[in-house]
């Protein structure tokens, strides 16, 4: 019986040949772009990187956790990134990762935005802020507001990668890492509202509900 436990709690051959094939963050985003959007219909899931793998399936942050894990089993550090909104809109979360001396993210995402970024970025406040111009709320009003230092997934749950368990604790951990400002508290009333054909564009979905 432990025996069988150990089973599922663990990637399988096929699992681990399929990590090891997606050996560079480009190959990891392409994974995470062909996995249907997890809409929740049974309810809020925060899965592991085995289980988001298994149930085929992710949100932004399943995506995140899942492709850290990925670029961690080649040489990578598993970093997360908070990107915090206005309460009026929803957070997002990444997965940053560094070559040479330059960040890039992986980002699962539903929409034309808020996606992929090379690594042509000098520190994490530049990687942060790329996302700024196109985080806004369907009336064109940008929301984003702050973005965290990273998180290192390794320093916080020891079987983040194969918990059964949903990571709501990597969750909270997150919320608790330290946050900086993107924009300051007296800009907020003058910031110029996306355009409407940018509005549009950020409409456009891969996966339906």
Not at 1 to 7: D, F, P
């Amino acid at each position: 019986m432990i025996l069988n436990v150990l089973k599922v709690n663990s990637f399988t051959k096929k699992e681990k040949a399929l990590t090891k094939k997606l050996n560079t963050p480009a190959k990891v985003q392409d994974f995470l772009n062909r996995l249907p959007f997890n809409f929740e219909k049974r309810g809020e899931t925060l899965r592991s990187p085995l289980f988001a793998l298994r149930a085929k399936r992710a949100h932004c942050f399943e995506g995140a956790l899942l492709g850290a894990y990925i670029l961690s089993q080649h040489g990578f550090r598993p970093f997360l990134m908070h990107l915090k909104a206005q309460k009026e809109d929803y957070d997002h979360v990444i997965a940053p990762f560094k070559i040479g001396k330059f960040w890039g993210a992986l980002s699962k995402t539903n929409h034309a935005v808020l996606r992929y970024r090379e690594p042509v970025y000098g520190n994490i406040r530049e990687l942060a802020m790329s996302y700024f111009h196109e985080y806004f709320l369907n009336n064109g009003q940008k929301t984003l507001r702050q973005y965290s230092a990273l998180l290192n997934l390794n320093m916080v749950k020891k079987n983040w990668a194969t918990s059964k368990e949903d990571l709501w604790s990597i969750d909270k951990a997150l919320d608790r890492v330290k946050h900086y400002d993107m924009v300051p508290k007296s800009h907020i009333k003058n910031l110029r509202r996306a355009d409407e054909i940018e509005i549009k564009a950020g409409k456009i979905v891969e996966w339906r509900n």
